[in-house]
């Protein structure tokens, strides 16, 4: 349980996939301007996040691995990601239409996003179990949700500011964006202490 | 040789099963698409005003295609010609839609109406109004930030020396900027209306004087002349029964304040999406 928790916080505070390791970071861009779109997009993403991660791993660990195939990770992922989308949102729009019209656009949007692969290499990569794998899945996506939030706060206080001309519109946003990216690498290492032994 | 074929089998093979899991998933599980809700979207402005009370264009063509009692002439933007075409689609007699238009019920710009303050905060009428009710002294009157300007999906409002003023040309009657304005001073008329009394201040006329030198104070005289008795006084501030209203201008004229505004609302609509 202990090892759970601790997945999760590095997963939300120290590794947090946008604002550390700079993953994901077109929908963090491009669809944070207002909080109803950022939310949606996140619930959207930790859904697929965590669905990935699901199908993934097997295919990882049965047909990769067992056949010496390790090499093909990538290219396999990316196609079973995007089948794997196309085919939830079929089966939402069938069986959960309000759901569908929650997550909308960004179902599709997500379909290859960076992030989501990355959390699946990186579960692999760090040699987790199967389920840890799936908490880590989850935290990643909380960690996204939480940089979306936050972020989209901090556009709303530049969207009524007036910036020097030169830095109005994408380069304040980034500007502020790398100074919430600071903000976070101040959480780096906090885990390893919380959790360490002795 | 080997090595290569495996991966490319292995990968097409991937690529096969997730194929054909989609494809007859897709059959499976078809949602059939209601056509005549689509055709219904297709012939409405798509400029999602709620003018009509449904979230939207789709859900106003939703409405219209499940019957649920709704009426094919509530789409006031699209006016008569969309009107026209549901009822062809739904094969129901034509209504006729009453084009409506937004009317700012203030006059109190720059050098009329005082000012208490110099309001430094957030661009918008909600901030101010929060902050002792805006910058000017008459707390019924438009604060001038443009909310309305902001939300009208045909740019049909400017401020003009602090005060909204609707173009009578552009508007096309969604009522959005009647929802935003936070001193709700921005009504929604039928476009054959031809007067409307340019205040809201609804305090005492002494107090209304000390504010501002354009609004109502509540004098009922035209409510005394007004030869259809179409005006009445409620809560010092005049209102006009548009249904005996016969447009004669006689109020106008009378008004000591000049605050009641004679114009031709209609006009041909001028649409910007």
Known sequence: ?198 | MFPIIIAISVVAGIGVVAGALLTTASKVMNVPVDETAEKLRECLPGANCGACGYAGCDGYAAALAGRLEAATNLCVPGGDTVSREISEILDLPVLDVIEQVAAVHCLGCVGTVQQKMTYQGINSCRAAKLQYSGEYSCTYGCLGYGDCAVVCPNNAICVQDGIARVIHERCIGCGLCARTCPNGIIHVHADTITCIIDCSNHARGAEVVKVCSAGCIGCRKCERECPVDAISIKENLPFIDYDKCVGCGHCKTVCVRKCIRFADFRGELTRSY
């Not at chain 1, 909080?35 to 791993?57: D, E, W």
């Not at chain 1, 997500?110 to 692999?124: F, P, Y």
């Not at chain 1, 799936?134 to 990643?140: M, Q, R």
């Not at chain 1, 939030?149 to 380069?171: D, Q, W, Y």
């Open chain 1, 1 to 198: 349980m202990v090892k759970f928790v601790s997945i999760i916080l590095a997963a939300v505070l120290v590794n947090n996939y946008v604002l550390r390791q700079f993953l994901g970071i077109c929908p963090f861009l491009g669809v944070s301007k207002d909080l109803k779109n950022a939310t949606g997009m996140s619930i959207a993403v930790v859904f697929v996040m965590v669905l990935a991660t699901a199908v993934t791993y097997p295919i990882q660990k049965a047909l990769l691995e067992a056949h010496n195939l390790a090499y093909l990770q990538t290219i396999v992922f990316i196609l079973v990601i995007a089948a794997l989308v196309q085919f939830v949102e079929i089966a939402l729009k069938k069986f959960i239409p309000a759901l569908y019209r929650a997550l909308g656009v960004y179902l599709p949007l997500i379909t290859t996003n960076c992030a989501v692969l990355g959390v699946t290499i990186a579960n692999i990569d760090a040699k987790y179990t199967y389920a840890e794998s799936i908490v880590n899945a989850f935290g990643s996506g909380l960690g996204f949700f939480l940089a979306m939030v936050i972020f989209s706060g901090v556009r709303s206080k530049l969207e009524n500011s007036r910036p020097p001309k030169a830095f109005s519109g994408l380069p304040i946003t980034l500007v502020a964006a790398g100074i919430v990216s600071l903000a976070f690498f101040g959480f780096g290492g906090i885990v390893e202490n919380l959790f360490a032994k002795g």
